[in-house]
């Protein structure tokens, strides 16, 4: 892949990223906003795991980042697209690193080891599925408090994918379009062959992009991804001062 190609892929992925997090935000009545095509945000605070900002250009100024976000209360986070921004002064610490993963469209499937060969793969079809599909997401039973992920975002474009064994959700996935290509996010267990099989079958001209890091990163790799570029989380663990203005 040329430099050409590469950032173009880049800017791709963290689009489509930008495109899920809103969906997620407005499922929770957010109002997100777009400061022309350099930045996502969300003037309140988004829900958990979901940050605040994304910037979908390089070389966006910490300034633009800052100013549209809440920074008077704690846990503001901005998602840095490129790796290349400095908030240190503004208060925040760096939370994790991970790496762009791209697959192109028509790339050939993964082979299944046996764990993930005997799961039967459907999508989420309605508010109680998906409630189910959330337990099994966070290990829980499903007893717990405010959903993340609400029935509003059962529409077209995004798919919530669940891999069963004996009839219990015990992998899955959401895959999103925005941006010209099919995001993937919140895999969890042996979930790659199914993910990309569903994917491909439902968006078989779109290449597939994410993030990872760490052995995740390894496992995507094997799947068949190329890791194309850095990006940093960073959080604001105390809220002080005020935001700024727009």
């Known amino acids: 892949m040329d430099e050409t190609t590469r950032m173009k892929a880049l800017r791709r992925a963290a689009t489509n990223n930008a495109a899920w997090c809103e969906a997620v935000c407005r499922a929770h009545g957010l109002s997100p906003r777009y400061d022309g095509e350099q930045l996502w945000f969300s003037a309140r605070r988004t829900p958990p795991m979901y940050p605040d900002a994304v910037t979908l250009e390089p070389a966006v100024s910490a300034r633009s980042v800052v100013r549209g976000v809440d920074i008077a209360s704690p846990g503001c986070s901005v998602k840095d697209s490129f790796a290349d921004l400095d908030l240190v002064g503004d208060g925040f610490e760096v939370l994790f690193e991970a790496q762009w993963i791209h697959r192109p469209a028509g790339a ?4 299944p080891d046996a764990e993930a060969a005997g799961l039967e793969w459907s999508e989420v079809a309605d508010a109680e599925e998906l409630a189910a599909w959330e337990a099994a997401f ?3 039973d499903g007893s717990g408090g405010d959903r993340t992920f609400r029935p509003a975002l059962l529409r077209d474009g995004i798919v919530f994918l669940a891999g069963r064994a004996d009839g219990r959700i015990v992998a899955g ?3 999103s379009t925005g941006g010209g290509v099919v995001g993937v996010s919140n895999l969890f267990g042996p979930a790659w062959p ?3 099989g569903a994917v491909c079958a439902r968006w078989p001209g779109l290449d597939v992009v994410g993030y990872e890091h760490g052995e995740d990163l390894e496992t995507a790799v094997r799947a068949g991804f190329t890791a194309i570029g850095p990006l940093r989380v960073w959080l ?4 002080t001062g005020t935001v700024l203005a727009q």
């Open 194 to 196: 199914g993910v990309l």
């Open 138 to 140: 966070e290990g829980g």
């Open 173 to 175: 996935a959401v895959a």
């Open 108 to 111: 050939p499937m993964p082979e």
């Open 236 to 239: 604001r663990p105390n809220g």
